[in-house]
């Protein structure tokens, strides 16, 4: 498979990034989560590549790209525009994007601006709202043995009784395998923290950063070009939400992978790229 790589320059640095494949169909751009989780854990995404461009990028401050320090860059509103200087970059007239998680933040502020050339988003396992993902890790919460509800609610985080309740977070509503891929091993290990803690918080289930006031759902109405959400049925961006904002989509569409939390390309990779697949080619090819 073929693979360019290449550096953007923007605003407090460079951005890495790279396409993967030749095919002929609307290029597919993607949005790695976190903040400051980098592209690495998207890798199953590269097996759309037979049919189109798949472009992954590194967002300022994580992964290949180059780490900074200046929190002011650290904003929903920068990050839209590295999005935009990468698709004026590469030429692109027409294109896809999807969003994993934080990354679906991210593509919804982007198309809200009105862009020329996209032609759908897909959502996967999405963050859009910081009240909504708090309000339903809250009800996961609830539904955790008596013993780590108490500790997580507390809030000790140094203490290993919630280190261990944390993990049993994580297992269920976000990896939900026992054995970590290579590549969210590499993400991991190239992740930026200090962005994250900063962005969002300590933790995947309580946000205290600066995206704690964050909500789309009540603009979900002016996105107008064909919406594709996807979660897991164990996931910490669960079905519930994903079902209340199909409704606010005037072309939302949703699938739910019922062995899966927040990493279904993982978990039921076949299932889940076929279901990609299907969506790019009979609506947006």
Not at 187 to 213: C, I, Q, V
Not at 241 to 246: S, V
């Amino acid at each position: 498979m073929k693979k360019i790589e290449g550096i953007l320059e923007v605003q407090g640095g460079n951005v890495w990034y790279e396409v993967v494949g030749e095919g002929q169909e609307v290029p597919l751009i993607v949005l790695h989560g976190g903040p400051g989780y980098p592209h690495d854990s998207l890798e199953p995404l590269e097996d759309l590549a037979n049919e189109r461009k798949v472009i992954f990028y590194d967002q300022l401050g994580c992964g290949n790209s180059k780490r900074t320090t200046d929190k002011s860059l650290w904003t929903v509103e920068h990050f839209v525009k590295e999005l935009e200087q990468l698709i004026k970059s590469l030429k692109l007239t027409k294109y896809h994007i999807i969003g994993h998680s934080w990354g679906s933040a991210l593509a919804v502020a982007f198309a809200l601006t009105k862009p020329n050339g996209l032609q759908s988003l897909i959502l996967t396992d999405p963050y859009i709202s910081t009240p909504q993902w708090d309000k339903d890790a809250k009800r996961l919460i609830d539904k955790m043995p008596i013993a780590m509800q108490k500790v997580l609610k507390e809030g000790k985080i140094e203490s290993e009784t919630y280190q261990e309740a944390s993990m049993e977070y994580y297992y269920r509503h976000v990896y939900r395998f026992k054995k970590f891929p290579i590549a969210c091993v590499k993400a991991s290990n190239k992740m930026n923290r200090e962005l994250y803690g900063y962005m969002w918080g300590p933790e995947e289930f309580k946000a205290s950063g600066t995206l704690k006031d964050l909500d789309f759902i009540p603009l979900l109405q002016e996105i107008k070009v064909p919406v594709l959400l996807l979660c897991g049925r164990f996931d910490e961006a669960t079905p519930e939400a994903l079902e209340f904002y199909k409704t606010k989509l005037p072309k939302g569409q949703m699938k739910v992978f019922e062995d899966s939390a927040h990493f279904p390309f993982y978990t039921e990779r076949k299932a889940y790229i076929t279901t990609v697949r299907k969506f790019l080619r009979e609506f947006h090819a």
